[in-house]
Nanobody
């Protein structure tokens, strides 16, 4: 059974930090790109960051968030610093067979389309108070 399980969310004050983890099982983790997405109430789900070997970030989080992975542990991470109220959302990790079609920059624009991601976690709440 394929599973992606997020952990590490919660409530934090503006300016604070959280570290999200995504534990994967049931597939060959090292052959997949990992993306982090988020969805705020009333908003569409949006890409935040993704990693193949290199890392990629949406403009809204660049310089504040850091994505990483530990293939030996089948786990990906999202370190979130300098959090803002507008970061409040349900955060999802997802996995896609690794290629530039699923995780890259095109003309400096973050590109990580949701439809390319095959496996999804259940989501975890991140709330940033002002």
């Amino acid at each position: 059974e394929v599973q992606l399980v997020e952990s590490g969310g919660g409530l934090v004050q503006a300016g604070g930090s959280l570290r999200l983890s995504c534990a994967a099982s049931g597939f060959t983790f090292g052959d997949y790109a990992v993306g982090w997405f988020r969805q705020a109430p009333g908003k569409e789900r949006e890409g935040v960051s993704c990693i193949r070997s290199d890392t990629y970030y949406a403009d809204s989080v660049k310089g504040r968030f850091t994505i990483s992975r530990d293939n030996a542990k089948n786990t990906a991470y999202l370190q979130m610093n300098s959090l803002k109220p507008e970061d409040t959302a349900v955060y999802y990790c997802a996995a896609a067979p690794a290629s530039p079609l699923v995780c890259t920059y095109y003309s400096d624009i973050y590109y990580s389309p949701l439809y390319e991601y095959r496996y999804w976690g259940q989501g975890i709440q991140v709330t940033v108070s002002s």
